[in-house]
């Protein structure tokens, strides 16, 4: 079941992927900082860079999987290795919520991205970094969005 739910997310990204161009770029979107930067450029430009670096383990319980762009954002995708059950199991074991894990999850995302020099300069120009998180049985757990440090 699992190798199904992958499989059909894989389709989904790939077949997401394939509908975006450089014909869909919206050059108000694109050129809308005070620089005139092609945001939707420097985008490629990250997942260019990033690409050929994935799969990535970020840690023994998180792998970057994939980076993919639409207009001035950058995708990441993300796999934490476990599953939502085991996720609550365990913060009930520490007395914590799904809200207060939700919440420490934005705060670490926000501040990784805005820690690293590339990806802050990326996004105080005007552009954006959105983290998909998904359990490794494909369910999606969080979508993170950074437009601002």
């Given at each position: ?5 992958l499989t059909i997310n894989i389709f989904?990204?790939?077949c997401f992927n394939l509908t975006i ?66 996720l609550e199991e365990t913060l009930k ?57």
């Amino acid at each position: 079941m699992r190798t199904i739910i992958l499989t059909i997310n894989i389709f989904f990204i790939f077949c997401f992927n394939l509908t975006i161009s450089d014909a869909s770029e919206d050059p108000m979107i694109c050129f809308d900082n005070v620089m005139k930067y092609n945001m939707c450029e420097k985008a490629r430009n990250l997942q260019e860079e990033l690409a050929p670096q994935l799969p990535q383990h970020l840690s023994k319980t998180l792998i970057l999987r994939s980076v993919s762009t639409y207009n001035n954002i950058v995708i990441l995708n993300a796999l934490l290795l476990y599953n939502r059950e085991y996720l609550e199991e365990t913060l009930k074991t520490y007395n914590r919520t799904m809200s207060s894990i939700n919440a420490q999850m934005n705060d670490m995302t926000k501040k990784t991205v805005c820690s690293l020099p590339f990806t802050n300069t990326f996004v105080v120009l005007g552009g954006e970094i959105m983290f998909n998180y998904n359990f490794q049985d494909g369910e999606s757990y969080l979508q993170i969005e950074v437009n601002e440090c």
